[in-house]
C-alpha cells in the first residue's frame, strides 16, 4: 500500500444492476439521540460522515487477514488534496469464505470541526483498543428488495454490534482502519449466509456501520457510511490466487428449513421478523429501517411496555 493507493481487490461499478452499487442514504435510518441516555430516543442520523469510495469483491482460496495487507490485490487510487495529504480510509471488510465484500469509505473532515459529537466517539474509537473497537462498532442490514424467506433469515433492520455476533480484527495505520469481520464464523451467521447466496441475485440491500455512543458528550449518533448494494451474485466475483476459479464452479449449499427455524430460534425475538410484519411492510411501500424508527419511538413513549400495555387496557376496560 502506498501513499495515493490502497489494496481492496477488484472494483465494482457504481450504479449497475449487477454487483452494483450506490452510497445509501444515512438520513433514514434512526439512530441515538441527544439525551438518548435519559429519554432512549432515537433520531434520523446526519448524512453519512464519510464517503462512500468504492465496493470491492473477490473469491479467494486462500485466507485473507486483511485486504489493506494483500499486496497481490488490486489496489484503488485514494483521493489526494491539494497539500498532498490523503484522507482517512476507514474500510469494513466482510469475510464470507471463499468470497469477499469490501466496503471503502473516505472520511469528510469537514464533520469533525462541524458535530463535536462524532467527533468525540471517532477520536475514542481510533484510540480504544481492538477489543474496545470490535464492542462499538455496528452493523445494520436493511432488505429493500428480498424475498420473504431471505428477510425472514436477515431480520429486522436493527443495529447490531458485530463484535457480540462475529469475531473483528483490526488492522490500523496513520490513514487506513480496516475492520475484517469473519461471516463464516458463526452458525447462525453460516445459516443466514447460506439463504442469502441461493437468492442473492434478487437481493437489494443497505449496509449501514456506525459507532455505539455510550457517552454524552457523544451524542447523537451519527452513521459512518453505507452502501446500497445490487444483486451481489456472490458465485461471479472474479478470482484472485491460486485455486480460487475451481471455487466459482461450486454451486451454492442449499439449507435445510429446520435448520432456519433452528437458527431463528437462537437469535433476540426483536431481531426477527414474524410473517404478518413482512407483509405489512411490503403492501404499505414502508421501509424496514422506517418501520422500525416507529416503533422505537411507541417503545420510547411507554407503548411496547409491558406494564404501560396493562395500565392501558385497564384504562380501556373503565371507559
Known sequence: MSGSKVHLGPPFERGD?????????????PVRGKNYLKDKKKTAS??????????????AAQKI???????????????????GSVPFLFVMHFD??????????ELDEAVLSQDSAFANVWKHFL????????????????????????????????????????PCTWRQTDSVLECTCDV?????????????????????CDLILLIESRQTDELPERIIGGARVFRMDMPTFPPVGDGSSELLSQPPEEVPEEHVEEMLQQRDPDEVYTEGEVEESAANGESPAKK????????????????????????????
Not at 487477514?65 to 497539500?83: D, G, H, I, Q
Not at 463464516?184 to 437489494?204: F, H, N, T
Not at 424508527?293 to 395500565?311: F, L, Q, T, Y
Open 17 to 29: 444492476s449487477k454487483n452494483g452499487w450506490l452510497p445509501a442514504d444515512a438520513t433514514e435510518f
Open 46 to 59: 446526519q448524512p453519512s460522515a464519510f464517503r462512500l469510495a468504492g465496493v470491492h469483491g473477490f473469491t
Open 65 to 83: 487477514p486483511f485486504v489493506t495487507a494483500s499486496p497481490y490485490l488490486a489496489s484503488m487510487e485514494r483521493t489526494v488534496r491539494s497539500n
Open 96 to 105: 464470507i469464505s471463499p468470497q469477499h465484500l469490501v466496503l471503502a469509505f
Open 127 to 166: 484510540e480504544g483498543d481492538d477489543a474496545y473497537k470490535s464492542e462499538r462498532i455496528k452493523l445494520i442490514t436493511s432488505m429493500v428488495e428480498a424475498s420473504w424467506v431471505v428477510r425472514r433469515a436477515v431480520g429486522k433492520p436493527v443495529p447490531a454490534l458485530l463484535g457480540n455476533k462475529l
Open 184 to 204: 463464516s464464523a458463526s452458525m447462525v451467521a453460516r445459516v443466514i449466509l447460506g439463504v442469502v447466496r441461493g437468492a442473492c441475485r434478487d437481493i437489494v
Open 292 to 319: 422500525e424508527e416507529g416503533k422505537e419511538e411507541e417503545k420510547a413513549r411507554g407503548g411496547s411496555d409491558k406494564k404501560g400495555a396493562e395500565k392501558g387496557a385497564k384504562q380501556k376496560q373503565k371507559d
